[in-house]
Structures are given as C-alpha cells and as structure tokens.
C-alpha cells in the first residue's frame, strides 16, 4: 500500500503553518481531499449550509481576530456563491482567504457539471490571481497569497481544480487549474 500525499495535505499543512486553526466549508467532490487532509492534519472543519455562509463566517474570522478567515467551497456556483462576501471584504478590508474547486483540467472545456472560469467572476472582487502548476507549488501560492494578504490588508481567493491536485501524488507532474485572488 502506498501513502498518498495529495493536494490537500500540501494546503492544509500550509495553513497551519501560517496560523489558520479552522476552515468554513460547504462540502463538495472536488474539495474532498481539504476535508481529508483537515482530519488528517487536525485542522478544524466548520461545515456550513451555504457558500456564502461559509465566507461570511470566515470574513467574520479575520475582521475580529485580524488574521485572514479560510473558506473552502466547490466548483461552479459554489464559488460564484462567494462573490458578495469577498466585495464585502474588500471593502471593509477584511483579511479572508476563499478556496475554490474546479473541475479536472481535461474536462473543463466539455460541459463539466458546474465547469465555470471562475477567475474573472472574482477578479473584481479580488487583489491578485494565479494559476498554479503543479501540485507541488501549492504552498508557494498560498504563501504569495498571504503575504499580499497582509500586504495589503486584502481578502484572498484561491480558486482551482481541486480534484486533481488534491489526488496527486508528490511526485507526480501533474498540471492543475487553481486560481489565486485577492480581494480587501
């Protein structure tokens, strides 16, 4: 049997790292491996009802505490759900990091269930984006996504096919979609 280290476990344990000790969710396929990944890891899971409960909660987070709130949620109108918490961010200046799924790259262009280009739906409600390969680079993203988080006392929005970098292994150079913003 082989260990699996997925996607997953690369941003939960770059979130702990950073201080993160809870993500709000709303649970869904593509976003799986966070949930995995947060039992694995001991990261604190809030399951909500809504995306944008979700979000909300986590925006709560960093306008009490001052450290950017995480939430994660799935592909399609889950992250399109996100949209009116991360324009509330931004102008309040709240620090909020959202997670987004997507669907696996090679089904993206051929009517995925919920396939959506969520980059430019949040563009205007966000600082910076990116799209990261591979896998292995998901900790450089969230940290750049951190950084211009404090920087600039933004909300962030990573965004990004979860599926596949969740189920990659380490060595694997797989490319996944997986979008980073930032809106405060």
């Known amino acids: 049997m082989t260990n699996r280290y997925e996607g997953g476990d690369l941003l939960v344990e770059t979130l702990k790292h950073l201080g993160v000790g809870q993500i709000f969710s709303v649970s869904g396929g593509v976003i799986n491996s966070i949930y995995s990944a947060a039992a694995t890891h001991g990261m604190s899971l809030v399951h909500t009802r809504h995306e944008a409960a979700a979000a909300f909660m986590a925006e709560a987070v960093g306008r009490q505490t001052g450290v950017p709130g995480v939430a994660a949620v799935t592909v399609g109108a889950g992250v ?105």
């Not at 262009?109 to 896998?135: C, E, F, N, Q, Y």
């Not at 979860?162 to 930032?182: A, N, R, T």
């Open 80 to 184: 399109t759900n996100t949209v009116t918490p991360a324009f509330v961010a931004k102008r309040a200046g709240t620090p909020l990091l959202i997670i987004g799924g997507q669907v696996p790259t090679p089904v993206f262009d051929r009517g995925a269930v919920l396939a959506a280009d969520h980059l430019p739906i949040l563009a205007s409600m966000t600082k910076w984006s990116a799209l990261v390969h591979p896998t292995e680079r998901i900790p450089e993203y969230v940290e750049t996504a951190w950084r211009r988080i404090w920087a600039s006392r933004q909300a962030a929005h990573i965004d990004g096919n979860l599926e596949e970098v969740q189920h990659c292994s380490g060595g694997q150079d797989e490319i996944i979609d997986f979008y980073c913003s930032f809106a405060r």
